[in-house]
């Protein structure tokens, strides 16, 4: 884990541009390249939405829990890097469990607590438009049932198994365990037209180029070989070192992803993707480009969201696109390399609330992370990735460890797999 200093972070951007230039054997020319291919891409889907066609992949739970998923969506999935999974759990259950986070917020005054405590999570300060309504709530009943239910595992063994994790025998990581990341909740009233969320990748900004295990990830992208740059490959993917930052993600997710907790599309203030899994190319090499001042990455800073802006990255956000209409327990999954925002205006009426969940594969790097996490579900108190409001350390109906299942402890890094 990187410490904060502005200023080595600053010479560290400079001396490593000049070193990953120097990869290729034109970084202009290899620029130009990418830049060919991911227009390619990016025309694409602009022509499938002229014509109203489907771009993210759809995949009925059904279909993984009875393995009959084709090669065909396969390769789709790996190649728009996101995907839709339907009726992963009942309908009707899922309504239950957003009436329960409501009381849950109600009953513990949570709005009260908020106002006193809101200038605490500053992560997307930096980014044009403010953070959506995200409330800062983990151990909820709801979500804990969520992430220790057997079909969410279903889900997320599926989602890691698209990744080559395995290396002349020795594993990345473990597709068939799974460790909680806990996160947290959003709730976007119907008509808010304040609260949108800019382009951005999470889990890391400038280390993208200066941590050493990120070059080795990216290495062919900036040594003239893209073409075989393989986005789901897991090499070194565990050995990232994060700067340290509240809010900045410090474990390996295979996917991020959220459940749908009530109904949403296309204007309702939801989810959009730039749905090429091989964005990363084009956003690495734009900001090795002469235009850019040597001490910077686009506009990227460090302990924040990876910033995508129209200054310099206009191409790629000609794809930005909206997800899908989603029901009450449907899943939204996206490569921890896809862009992605919320949409700035919420145009419908009814609340736009989903429930945050990403599939945290079995390594060393995210049990070390599940260990520390563990220590504060115990108490009651934020993750360690998110800033330490604390809000339900009292809060009456928080989940305690008698709500757990054997699973659950097995998520939470408090009982050892077998």
Not at 76 to 97: A, D, H, M, Q, S
Request: glycine share 4%; net charge negative.
């Amino acid at each position: 884990m990187q410490t904060f200093d502005p200023v080595q972070i600053e010479q560290d951007i400079i001396k490593q541009k000049t070193k990953l230039r120097k990869l290729s054997h034109n970084y202009k020319i290899n620029f130009n390249n990418i830049e060919k291919k991911f227009l390619i891409d990016v025309e694409e889907v602009e022509k499938l939405t002229t014509q109203n066609k489907k771009i993210i992949p759809e995949i009925d739970y059904a279909n993984i829990k009875n393995k009959s998923i084709n090669d065909g969506i396969i390769a789709l999935v790996k190649k728009r890097g996101c995907v839709v999974i339907r009726n992963v759990f009942e309908r009707e259950k899922v309504i239950e469990w957003n009436y329960e986070i409501e009381r849950y917020i109600d009953e513990n005054n949570y709005y009260e607590d908020q106002k006193e405590k809101a200038n605490l999570d500053q992560y997307f300060s930096d980014l044009k438009s403010g953070k959506p309504q995200i409330f800062g709530l983990y151990w909820s009943k709801p979500q804990i049932e969520a992430r220790q239910s057997e079909n969410m595992g279903i889900v997320k063994f599926w989602l890691n198994n698209l990744w080559t994790h395995e290396f002349s025998n020795t594993k990345i990581f473990d597709p068939d365990k799974e460790l909680v990341y806990a996160d947290r909740v959003r709730r976007r009233e119907g008509g808010d037209a304040s609260l949108g969320l800019s382009p951005h990748c999470d889990a890391s900004s400038v280390e993208r180029w200066i941590d050493n295990a990120f070059q080795k990830i990216y290495e062919p992208i900036f040594s003239d070989q893209f073409e075989k740059y393989d986005p789901f490959n897991a090499l070194f993917r565990d050995q990232t070192q994060e700067i340290e930052s509240a809010a900045v993600s410090h474990v390996f997710r295979t996917f991020q992803g959220w459940m749908a907790l009530t109904a949403q599309g296309p204007s309702d203030g939801t989810l959009q993707l730039v749905p090429i899994a091989k964005s990363m190319t084009y956003l690495l090499t734009r900001a090795l480009l002469d235009d850019v001042p040597e001490n910077s990455l686009c506009g990227s800073m460090p302990g924040r969201a990876l910033s995508i802006n129209p200054e310099y990255h206009s191409l790629l956000l000609r794809a930005l696109i909206s997800i899908p209409k989603v029901h009450p327990g449907d899943t939204v999954w996206w490569h921890p390399d896809i862009v992605h925002a919320v949409e700035d205006k919420h145009h419908g009426t009814n609340y736009s609330n989903v429930m945050y969940v990403g599939s945290t594969p079995y390594c060393q790097k995210n049990l070390d992370y599940a260990k520390k996490q563990s220590v504060k579900f115990l108490e009651g108190k934020s993750p360690p990735d998110f800033a330490a409001e604390d809000y339900e350390v009292n809060y009456i109906g928080r989940a305690t460890i008698d709500n757990l299942t054997s699973l659950g402890r097995k998520q939470m890094a408090l009982e050892n797999w077998d």
